[in-house]
């Protein structure tokens, strides 16, 4: 059986599931049938989809696949080509990790019926949306994932804060969807060309190729968490419920860069050197942006989806270095670019899974999002606090973990931007990578953050006292995906070569061969330029590390010795007098919050003999939010406020601005032939 019907049939399970959900959600193994049975139809599409790209040596082997179904004269195209199959492993891969983790964390869901039918339907909608291979298609596909994961946003209703994410996700993923619609538009052109196979091979002028990306990033950018687009994220992700938050911001943003790269890298063809600065701008101040928005947070999943912001930015600056190499024919450093690119989205879905499961985790154990009110719970939740570390370790790009590797291939693509003949891109490329490496040492901080005052020093409310470990398939899921964190930083040249056809095909060039390294070293470029051996680097930390604590228990004191912790002069031994997450922030908030946030603090100290307690209060504005769009929304509340009376026309009026409307779509399509 073709490779693309089997994963077509996937997603007919999904959708079977998602139908079979809503008439068994409210029994009491709902919840297992339903997670298990997504877990053994995303096992296999994983691994159909893993099999497709190890074999994947040549064109001859993608499987494609056409259905009568969508646009009379077009059917529905279905295609599983190289870079289709390396983001289904990502999505399925996420997919199996997230059922098993919601075998556990499922049974502590209050309304399981507004959960169980969308899981599955949002699983079905990403994966159609990579296997789409005509604009209809893939339109009706995206569509559905963004509705399903909607609902899933939506599933605790009845919480304010809930209803706001969810309204104003749904308005900025329809916006999103109407970026695509015209992007497809421009590339169909006149004759309505909507499959991709039609648009690749159709020659498109510099004009349409530049609007074609604007709405691109516009459209895939809304949906991946670009800034300024991304003001949807941090709220929209913390609300659903944590196996679907790791779905959303480890996979979902993903299948928008799948949109975003099968476009620019395989539809538009050879791309401009000006494109690559437009990506480059963004992707540079989305990763810092994000990572200083989540360095101020003190809710954990809110911190969680703005780290996601800036994961993306290292993503799309990636991109935009592929581009410009690309442009200028350095296929080589083209191909480096773009598999750190694609490196640090399999990365970044495996840490960002990891960390969100472990807040799910906390949350269980606690109830508490807040990072103010835990602490201690290494004590108390080992495991999960041992898988929550490597998390930590990894997306701060620590070796030997997996983060280390994708970030240190994006660099490596930056230090070929000499060769780059515009003196433009000769300047900007080092700034860029000023910014990444910015972004990279601020995650190093947060994560120290996030780590040290959850789970470190002492419980600060009672029921961060009587945590207990959460349930083995939670703790399966997050060992799991701790182990790959692992793997793939210490073995990363099998990732790459397994890489190698999808930089091949939208390149026509890829890395040198990995594996046939010595001591399974990685040398992107040449021995002499640099090298890296994260197995070596491994086995050093763990032998120090062990040598060392063995000299220290072995020739050092013998015994236990106890004494009064350094009170740094408050000798109150109170909860309170611990790092909090708003105190460890605050010196880099008075460094960029000023410009960035326009942070205020305020201390309110009463007078000698007073007793009221003092009081130390930090105010800060989202400046994107204010600046861009609370004026649109005040225009449009001013424009519906004053087109209201066209709701009290008569007939003869009404049907006088719809013939008006037809002449004027008559003009504009006389003009467009």
Partial sequence: MMPAVVMLLCAMAFVGTAVVAILVARSIRATQVIYGTSFVISSIAFATSLIQLASAISPAAEST?????????????????????????????????????????????????????????????????????????????????????????????????NRKAGYLYIVMASFGTLALLLAFGLLAGPQSNYDFAAMRAAGHAPFTAGSVLILLLLGAGSKAGLVPLHVWLPLAHPAAPSHVSA?????????????????????????????????????????????????????????????????????????????????????????????????????????????FFGAGAVLTATGERNMEKLGGLIHRM?????????????????????????????????????DLPQWGLKIMVPAVGGLLALSAALA??????????????????QVAEHAREVDRFSLAAMLTLAVFCLLAGILPGVIIDGLAPVTRSLIGDKMPEQMSIPWLSIVPIAESRSSYNGLLVFLFTVSSASLTAYVIHRFASRQLRRAPAWDCGFPDAGVATQYTAGSFAQPISRVFGTLVFQTRERVEMPAPGDLRPARFTVASRDLIWDGLYMPVAGAVGFAAEKLNHLQFLTIRRYLSLVFLALVILLLVLALWS
């Fill in 65 to 161: 696949l056409i259905l009568p179904l969508g646009l009379p004269w077009l059917g529905a195209h279905f295609r599983l080509d190289t870079l289709a199959a390396f983001f289904l492993v990502v999505v399925d891969l996420g997919g199996v990790l997230a059922s098993l983790y919601a075998l556990g964390y499922g049974r502590h869901e209050h309304a399981p019926q507004r959960v169980l039918p969308f899981f599955p339907a949002f699983l079905a909608g990403m994966n159609l949306v990579i296997l789409a291979d005509d604009a209809f298609t893939f339109l009706l596909s995206w569509e559905f994932m963004s509705l399903a994961s909607w609902a899933l946003v939506m599933a605790n209703h009845r919480d304010a804060d």
């Fill in 247 to 355: 779905l959303m911001s480890g996979v979902m943003t993903k299948v928008a860069v799948y949109g975003f790269i099968r476009v620019v890298f395989d539809l538009l063809g050879t791309p401009t050197a000006w494109s690559s600065v437009v990506v480059l701008l963004f992707g540079g101040g989305t990763a810092v942006l994000g990572i200083l928005h989540a360095l101020m947070e003190k809710d954990l999943k809110r911190l969680l989806a703005y780290s996601t912001i800036e994961n993306i930015g290292v993503i799309f600056v990636s991109l935009g270095l592929a581009l410009a190499f690309a442009a200028n024919d350095m296929r080589l450093a083209a191909a480096l670019a773009l598999t750190a690119a694609l490196f640090h989205v399999l990365n970044h879905s495996f840490f960002k899974s990891l960390l």
């Fill in 382 to 418: 080992p495991l999960t606090s041992c898988a929550f570390l490597v998390g930590c370790a990894a997306i701060s790009a620590l070796p030997p973990f997996n983060g280390f590797i994708s970030e240190w291939l994006a660099f490596q693509a930056i230090l070929q931007s000499p």
């Fill in 444 to 461: 190093a901080a947060c994560f120290v953050k996030v780590f040290g005052v959850i789970f470190l020093g002492r419980p600060r409310t």
